[in-house]
């Protein structure tokens, strides 16, 4: 158990919903990031939180956003859902900013979008 | 672009039959070398951070290796328990860790 807990474990939605996932970090982490894991691109980096600002973007859809709360929960919004958006995410969470900083993932939400 | 390749993308190995997976990095600077274990739909489990070229670290059946180019996971020994999927990722600069596709491992007994 490494500490982080994402919800839901799975969601089902169909095309054009909007849905939220939820994560908490470790106790005393301050960053939170975010991934998307399909089959095919393996797992890919969306966001990173940092107290509350964000502090880094990777391949992230205009579609997709998130945010970190005063309690460091974040959440992740996927609006406008395709197909394609079917995968796992996870969230991750580490102490500070420091790029050598360990990543601790949660178990991860399932997306399927029908 | 920081770039990483795993290999081989699949390994069958017998019980106690040692083997090696590769990484390797194309980064710019790169500040940190991460192995990670995943077991089907669960969620990536911390094993090692590499910072420079020699290093190595040890952990039960699994040993990583660092160079300039790559990393390799020895794994000694393996048992049934240690088949997953295992995944190397890099930080390089002010980056966030970009992640190799991964090898799925499976030992049997």
């Known amino acids: 158990d490494s500490g982080v807990t994402q919800t839901p474990k799975h969601l089902i939605t169909a095309t054009g919903q909007r849905v939220t996932l939820r994560c908490s970090p470790r106790?005393?982490?301050?960053?939170v990031y975010w991934y998307q894991q399909s089959l095919d691109q393996g797992l890919q980096f969306l966001i990173q939180?940092?107290?509350?600002?964000?502090?880094a973007k990777g391949n992230i859809l205009e579609r997709f956003s998130a945010q970190q709360f005063p309690d460091l929960h974040s959440e992740l919004n996927l609006s406008s859902l395709e197909l394609g958006d079917s995968a796992l995410y996870f969230c991750a969470s580490s102490p500070g900013t420091s790029g050598t900083d360990t990543q601790y993932f949660g178990p991860g939400t399932r997306l399927t979008v029908l | 672009e920081d770039q990483v390749t795993q290999s081989p993308e699949a390994l069958r190995l017998q019980e106690g039959e040692s083997s090696s997976l590769n990484c390797s990095y194309t980064v710019s600077g790169l500040r940190g070398l991460f192995w990670y274990r995943q077991d089907p739909g669960k969620g990536p489990e911390f094993l090692f951070t590499l910072y420079s070229a020699g290093e190595e670290k040890e952990k039960e059946r699994l040993k990583a290796t660092l160079t300039k180019k790559e990393s390799f996971l020895h794994i000694t020994a393996p048992k049934p328990e240690d088949s997953a999927t295992y995944l190397c990722?890099?930080?390089?600069?002010?980056?966030?860790?970009?992640f190799g596709k991964g090898t799925m491992l499976l030992v049997s007994p």
């Open positions: 990722a890099v930080q390089a600069g002010y980056s966030t860790l970009t």
């Open positions: 106790s005393g982490d301050l960053s």
């Open positions: 939180y940092y107290n509350g600002e964000e502090r």
